[in-house]
């Protein structure tokens, strides 16, 4: 028999075979829906048997369908491997990795690991999902991302932890600022001033909401923010104090901002890798992710006035 397909009309099977549908499919190969229909017609015509039974909202996988998809993973896997592990191939390889990640890790973590990354592989092409703390772990979930790095997850049964750093909640202010003076501040003292919180939404405030549970004196909040950059940006206006994790801080030689270790609790936070554990990662995503790995044991770079994160 003769084949007549190639590897775009095998990696359009396998798009929809773990998409479910033909419109996001497509658009994951960056096709328009009419050519992404005729690479499936193709590849079924060459075969001689029906992969797919298409509905008008889902298409699911006939049986032999699913013994192909799993054969085919297994092939494409090994071919990956293979081209990532032939020096010269490697560097001209095409392909995707996802990761979702919080902004603060974005800035701490995966800049340099891009940096890094690029110079192997320069034409796979990086996607990030930055988000808050859930909707990273619900990107991991869904299969969305290839891996995410995040605070939470690690109390997920499904979803695999590797911690990376654990961090402190420290309270940012400006230099001009009484507290910025202070080589500690208690929590309690933070209700004599104007205070910018995360809103409810946030990860970091039911961290925050937990370990604060029970404490009688509070700050109360004057403003409330979704997200870290646009806190940060309120303090740096002077329109009051905020708590963020030490990561989300820019660098200690910011010209406005200070950030002082908050004591009486201490609350910390651990970041790392979450992934799916049923997920093999594709050979791309395992290279990358075992950079990000290796973040563990080195010195985090230094960061610039640029790189003030988003929690």
């Keep these: 028999m003769s084949a007549h397909?190639?590897?775009?009309?095998?990696?359009?099977?396998?798009?929809?075979a773990e998409l479910g549908n033909f419109r996001k499919a497509a658009e994951s190969v960056h096709i328009s829906q009419p050519a992404f229909s005729r690479r499936i017609d193709k590849l079924e015509q060459a075969l001689g048997v029906r992969l797919l039974e298409r509905s008008t909202r889902r298409v699911s996988l006939t049986v032999v369908g699913r013994d192909f998809d799993r054969q085919l993973r297994q092939i494409l896997d090994a071919l990956d491997t293979t081209l990532?592990?032939?020096r010269g191939v490697a560097a001209t390889r095409m392909g995707e990795v996802t990761i979702a990640a919080v902004p603060s890790a974005v800035n701490y973590f995966l800049s340099s690991v891009i940096a890094r990354y690029h110079e192997r592989y320069p034409r796979v092409r990086v996607k990030i999902i930055d988000e808050s703390a859930n909707a990273v772990l619900l990107a991991v979930a869904r299969g969305e991302a290839d891996f995410g790095l995040n605070f939470v997850g690690s109390q997920e049964g499904d979803v695999e932890f590797k911690p990376l750093v654990e961090e402190h909640f420290v309270a940012?202010?400006?230099?001009?600022?009484?507290?910025?003076?202070k080589r500690q501040v208690r929590w309690a003292e933070l209700a004599q001033y104007d205070y910018i919180a995360a809103d409810k939404v946030s990860g970091n405030r039911l961290l925050l909401d937990q370990a604060l549970a029970g404490?009688?004196?509070?700050?109360?909040?004057?403003?409330?923010?979704?997200?870290?950059?646009?806190?940060?940006?309120?303090?740096?206006?002077?329109?009051g104090v905020?708590?963020?994790?030490?990561?989300?801080?820019?660098?200690k030689d910011h010209p406005l901002l200070a950030s002082v270790p908050l004591v009486d609790p201490v609350v910390k936070?651990?970041?790392?890798?979450?992934?799916r554990r049923s997920t093999v990662l594709t050979p791309a995503a395992q290279e990358f992710y075992n950079l990000c790995a290796a973040m563990q044991t080195g010195k985090p770079r230094r960061r610039t006035r640029a790189a003030a994160a988003a929690a």
């Design 269 to 275: 936070r651990m970041v790392g890798l979450i992934k």
């Design 242 to 251: 905020a708590v963020v994790p030490s990561m989300a801080m820019p660098a």
């Design 84 to 86: 990532l592990g032939i």
């Design 5 to 16: 397909f190639d590897l775009n009309d095998l990696f359009a099977f396998r798009a929809v």
């Design 172 to 181: 940012a202010c400006r230099r001009d600022h009484p507290l910025a003076k």
């Design 215 to 239: 404490m009688a004196e509070q700050p109360h909040s004057l403003y409330e923010t979704r997200h870290g950059t646009t806190m940060i940006g309120l303090v740096e206006a002077g329109l």
